[in-house]
């Protein structure tokens, strides 16, 4: 469901969020989900490596376009100090994306969102480095 484009679109979104903060911001898209999308969601995270960031504070944007299922997650760091709604309000904005056959649209708007989320908790450090890779992981 993401030609090439729309890929640099969105690797080119997660660079631009991440320059406002230290949080680590990845998207993950899966051919098939046969079971609940934050189940999968933890499985891919934790595969990712994501857990390791050094202030816990990655975020996975996960998405099976054959099954509709989508989901986001954040490490403890995160979710210890988000607003409880704030990845619903966030899953919310990519569903009204993808009603619309905008899937990259959804995707780069729940990254800013992430990002802008993530600059009031974690701003970006002068010292900051790119702990994970900003490119798409999707199942083989």
């Given at each position: ?16 969020a ?21 189940k999968?969601?933890?499985q891919?995270f ?8 050094a ?13 509709r ?13 988000v607003?409880?709604d704030?990845w ?10 993808f ?10 708007a ?9 600059k009031?908790f ?19």
């Open positions: 469901m993401i030609n090439k484009e729309e890929n640099d679109l969105i690797v080119s979104a997660i660079q631009t991440e320059q406002q903060t230290s949080g680590e911001i990845r998207v993950h898209i899966d051919k098939k989900c046969s079971t609940d999308p934050v999968r969601a933890v891919v934790e595969k990712l490596g994501m857990h390791k960031t202030l816990r504070n990655g975020v996975l944007i996960y998405v099976s376009f054959s099954d299922k989508l989901a986001i997650i954040g490490d403890q760091g995160i979710d210890a100090v607003p409880a704030f619903v309000s966030t899953k919310d904005q990519m569903i009204h994306c009603k619309e056959n905008r899937f990259a649209d959804g995707i780069i729940a990254i800013t969102e992430a990002g802008m989320q993530l009031s974690f701003p970006y450090m002068e010292n900051d480095e790119n702990e994970l890779s900003n490119e798409i992981s999707k199942e083989a």
